[in-house]
């Protein structure tokens, strides 16, 4: 079972999660007004894939359809250690823009796919907007 130490005190298997078993609540930073930590301060706890920050700290999104329903997975700070194991997951009904204080999602690359920001597209767009606006101007005077 993995510990919820504070990062300074990662012991290679640890997270982020609340324990039960811990008097006044057990939070990983005891703090329930500022529960989470930064991604990748277990830098002792990788998976065995290399990975990090793969449970605790936030349920994850994924693809996963539990009936009609979104599937979640990973645990989070308010939530016990019986959610980090593999099998543990729930499910949620989401609707556009919903968000709620432990659910998020990941974004993840390799060292040699990185995944540029969101803005480099947009700048992107309006580049190629820009040129295409500036083409038709020519061509309708």
């Known amino acids: 079972m993995p510990n919820n130490n504070l990062p300074s005190a990662d012991t290679g298997n640890s997270a982020n999660f609340r324990e039960s078993g811990i008097p006044g609540g057990?939070?990983?930073?005891?703090?329930?007004d500022y529960p989470l930590t930064d991604v990748g301060e277990?830098?002792?706890s990788a998976s065995p894939y290399g990975?990090?920050?793969?449970g605790g700290n936030v349920w994850e999104w994924n693809e996963a359809l539990i009936g009609s329903d979104r599937?979640?997975?990973g645990s989070s700070w308010s939530a016990f250690s019986n959610g980090l194991?593999?099998?543990g997951r729930i499910s949620?009904?989401?609707?556009p823009g919903q968000e709620f204080f432990n659910f998020g999602f990941r974004i993840a690359s390799t060292?040699?796919?990185v995944v540029p920001e969101p803005s480099t597209y947009a700048m992107a767009?309006?580049?190629l907007l820009g040129l295409g606006l500036y083409g038709w101007r020519r061509r309708s005077h």
């Open 26 to 32: 057990g939070y990983t930073t005891g703090d329930f």
């Open 42 to 44: 277990y830098g002792l």
């Open 51 to 54: 990975t990090f920050d793969q």
């Open 71 to 73: 599937g979640l997975r």
């Open 85 to 87: 194991a593999a099998s």
């Open 92 to 95: 949620t009904n989401p609707y």
């Open 111 to 113: 060292a040699e796919a």
């Open 125 to 127: 767009a309006l580049g």
